[in-house]
């Protein structure tokens, strides 16, 4: 099963061509990797296609589209899920969304709990807590996305997970986590990776679950825009009805 995966969530864009075979196992076929400061939007829809052109393939050559849904950034999560809707609908190939904390999560492959942990700004964290069974299941999510102050996020995963286990912070927001305490530990994958977008997605559509993986956003919060807006002042009429009323009233 060929599965083509792309995740633009954060600052550095991830896309990868997995073949799984019938027994799950993968093979990456081709992986790239953005450089952090190119426009999601202006590189991706061209690498996509030189992703298919270099290894001789067409759209119709793929089984599956899978697309990290966020949290992460508002423009980057529009760019990538209206793209592989658009291929998905223009190919007729089924296209999966798959969570980017669970993608991190994936980093870890023994039993752990993992808290990933993405920039929402406006200095706050991204992140939920997940069990990591093994290398060939989906991570538990034990909890909710969570927006959280730094200062507070040791308290909030304590609060949540209820063990005294120790929890693996990963992802490219960790340089904004606190110093580490006690039953706290770093390690895991930087960014989100199109390789486990794939895998989750592959799992999930082997398993029929296909429902369950919309191709839509996980903003974790409302756009910064509605805090601020506010709806326009209206008039009772338009300038020309107000001529024609003023017209209507001299006869």
């Known amino acids: 099963m060929l599965v083509l995966a792309w995740d633009t969530a954060t600052a550095v864009m991830s896309l990868a061509l997995v073949d799984f075979d019938l027994s799950g196992k993968s093979t990456v076929v081709d992986s790239r990797v953005g450089d952090g400061e190119t426009n999601h939007s202006a590189l991706l829809p061209p690498l996509v296609q030189q992703v298919l052109d270099e290894n001789s393939l067409s759209m119709k050559d793929l089984d599956l589209l899978a697309v990290g849904r966020g949290p992460g950034s508002f423009t ?10 658009g291929l998905g609908f223009g190919a007729g190939k089924p296209v999966l969304g798959v969570s980017s904390l669970s993608a991190l999560a994936c980093s870890h492959s023994e039993s752990v709990l993992v808290a990933p942990l993405i920039d929402a700004r406006h200095q706050e964290l991204f992140t939920a807590l997940f069990r990591v069974a093994g290398a060939d299941e989906e991570p538990e999510q034990l909890s909710e996305i969570l927006v959280v102050k730094p200062k507070n996020l040791f308290d909030v995963l304590r609060n949540i997970s209820k063990t005294r286990q ?3 912070l990963i992802g490219p927001a960790l340089s904004l986590a606190p110093a580490l305490q006690d039953g706290f530990y770093a390690g895991g994958a930087e960014q989100p990776q199109a390789e486990a977008i794939a895998k989750l997605a592959f799992l999930r559509y082997n398993l029929g679950q296909s429902d369950q993986c919309p191709v839509v956003p996980l903003y974790g919060r409302s756009p910064d825009i509605f805090a601020t807006w506010k709806p ?3 008039l009772n009429s338009t300038p020309r009805q107000q001529s024609r009323e003023q017209v209507q009233s001299s006869e």
Request: hydrophobic share 50%; aromatic share 0%.
């Open 232 to 234: 326009p002042k209206r």
């Open 166 to 168: 120790s929890i693996a």
């Open 76 to 85: 980057g999560l529009r760019t990538a899920l209206a793209l592989a809707k």
